[in-house]
């Protein structure tokens, strides 16, 4: 039974070890030493100047569910500790051979106690100057049919790695070392957050991330969010922590998805690190065997929250690069009639650039410290690219690229003012429905009118489509809205219709945005400029391609290499 129960929780040496370190933290630990040997399943060594166990309390550190962290249900649903089950240890000693050594402050010297195969020793005095130290042998030497399903050493130690590195990351203040094989692969001092992102996520990443905060009556969100111009291919780089543990949570990784949506090609993935506070009676973390998943008691609220949070990072002007946001004037998009028809091209050209004023001494300016964040146009590069300069060097822009951002970000604001239009249907459309998806209509009827639709009860398992957006009105109503309702029943809320009309305004503004070959005046260059520098998220095109590159006089000077 003990096996058994140890393979839901120890079930590969990366399990085992993330198991240990939790505990080293939750002992107050500012120092962690892991000592791998053949991937961990040789031997497994973790040592920490954490508070230590009593002597009395080791033969219980070896019981099943036996927890100092517990005591009370009340205890439970509020836990706090990266621990709290007590079956760590006892685990792991069901399937090796563990030795743990603790001395608490003011003892005289340490205490030591064994485990093997889930036979316990007698508690005996040991040599240790603080801390603990927890020994594993030959992990699953009594379970061969498990160990046999373990894969290769460098396998195994590059899970160890993923759950230390994992850890180390939630704490950047705590001092980290790993070695493997009597190699130290990694040493951590106590730094910022940024210091140890950059030396587990990446320099690049570390460099180029802007910081995340958000602050709510029952939760706050702090951390460092790529910036959409940094992608990667897959997931490796997201780590979001609730309560200082590493989860993988799909509520806020949807919210997170959606944050990029306007700014990120759909084939990338955003890089981030992230962390989560708020009263553990909000939050299970009891849901899974390994507690990396979490149940939120309000996940609508949840994902609302990290949304916007992250979204408010985003919308930077000049994608926040070292540049404070720039408040937008509210005013309606240039060229644009009210019902969101794209003009003319001409009279939509005029309109953009009409506030542009010739002033023969911006034809040729003299950049100075206090110069815009894009400074000033020098010229148009085959119809498609301007060339500005600016304190830092050489600017280039892509005009069609900047221009749609531009129009875009008016459009969405247009709409995001007033509800979704509604379109009533002349022949009200039927459609068969699960139980649940009749439950979730009922009851966010108002929710499903502010997106536009029109939906009601025909009987248990139908519902009967009266409206639907009309801007939307084209599309399958029957997918959209069994989309809609499994959001709204997933999430506690529904982007859907969001992002299906940001799908249709990218494509106006990309209709309507200035096309290349067209010559630019160097005001209309410059008035260009100005209204990226008013835009949120101009660093970007609606389809996560950047806007404009800044080539800095260092770079250019290495072109010619000069100074050599």
């Known amino acids: 039974m003990n096996q058994i129960a140890a393979g839901e929780v120890v079930d590969r040496p990366a399990a085992a070890l993330k198991e240990l370190m939790e505990n080293s933290l939750d002992a107050g630990a500012q120092s962690v030493a892991v000592e791998l040997v053949e991937g961990g399943v040789r031997r497994m060594r973790v040592v920490d100047d954490g508070a230590g166990i009593e002597r009395d309390d080791l033969p219980l550190a070896l019981a099943r569910f036996a927890t100092s962290k517990i005591a009370t249900l009340e205890d439970l649903e509020r836990a706090g500790t990266l621990g709290f089950r007590g079956e760590a240890l006892a685990s792991i000693g069901a399937v090796a051979r563990l030795a743990l050594a603790s001395r608490r402050a003011g003892e005289r010297h340490a205490w030591r106690i064994a485990c093997e195969a889930g036979q316990v020793s007698a508690v005996e005095p040991a040599a240790l100057a603080s801390g603990t130290t927890v020994d594993v042998e030959d992990l699953y030497f009594n379970t061969p049919a498990r160990r046999k399903f373990l894969k290769s050493e460098s396998t195994e130690y590059a899970r160890c790695d993923e759950a230390f590195t994992r850890i180390a990351l939630s704490r950047p203040g705590v001092a980290f070392s790993l070695s493997h094989n009597g190699r130290r692969t990694m040493h951590l001092a106590p730094e910022s957050l940024r210091a140890r992102a950059a030396r587990l996520v990446g320099e690049d990443f570390a460099k180029d991330a802007v910081e995340a905060s958000g602050e709510s009556s029952r939760a706050r969100l702090t951390g460092l969010v790529a910036p959409p111009g940094f992608t990667r291919a897959n997931r490796d780089a997201q780590f979001l922590f609730v309560n200082g543990r590493f989860v993988r949570d799909k509520v806020v990784a949807h919210a997170l998805r959606e944050a990029y949506a306007d700014v990120m090609h759909h084939d990338r993935h955003p890089a981030y690190v992230l962390f989560l506070e708020m009263d553990p009676a909000l939050v299970d973390v009891n849901v899974h065997p390994a507690k990396s998943e979490v149940r939120f008691r309000d996940s609508s609220a949840i994902h609302q929250f990290a949304f916007h949070a992250v979204s408010r990072a985003l919308s930077g002007t000049i994608e926040n690069r070292g540049q404070p946001p720039v408040s937008r004037p509210a005013e309606p998009v240039p060229g644009f009639q009210q019902a969101l028809e794209a003009a003319q091209p001409a009279q939509r050209y005029e309109a953009f650039f009409s506030s542009a004023i010739v002033d023969e001494r911006r034809e040729a300016p003299a950049v100075a410290a206090e110069a815009p964040t894009l400074g000033f146009a020098l010229a148009q590069l085959h119809g498609v690219y301007v060339l500005a300069q600016n304190a830092a060097g050489l600017v280039l822009v892509d005009m069609h690229a900047a221009h749609e951002r531009i129009v875009y970000e008016g459009l969405k604001d247009a709409l995001d003012s007033s509800t979704l239009p509604s ?13 649940e998806e009749v439950e979730q209509a009922v009851q966010g009827g108002e929710a499903l009118q502010q997106l536009g639709f029109d939906v009601a009860a025909s009987g248990p398992r139908s519902l009967v489509i009266r409206a639907v957006p009309a801007m939307l009105a084209d599309l399958d109503a029957q997918g959209l809205l069994r989309s809609v309702l499994g959001e709204m029943r997933e999430f506690g809320a529904s982007r859907v219709l969001i992002e299906r009309r940001n799908e249709l305004v990218s494509t106006m503004a990309c209709h309507a945005a200035v096309r290349a070959n067209r010559s630019l005046t160097i005001p209309e260059m410059n008035a260009l400029l100005r ?14 391609r950047p806007t404009w590159v800044q080539f800095g006089m260092a770079d250019l000077d290495r072109l010619f290499m000069r100074g050599r």
Do not use: D
């Open 531 to 544: 209204r990226m520098e008013q835009t949120e998220r101009a660093g970007s095109c609606n389809h996560g």
């Open 423 to 435: 379109q009533p249907l002349l022949v009200p459309i039927p459609m068969t429905a699960a139980a």
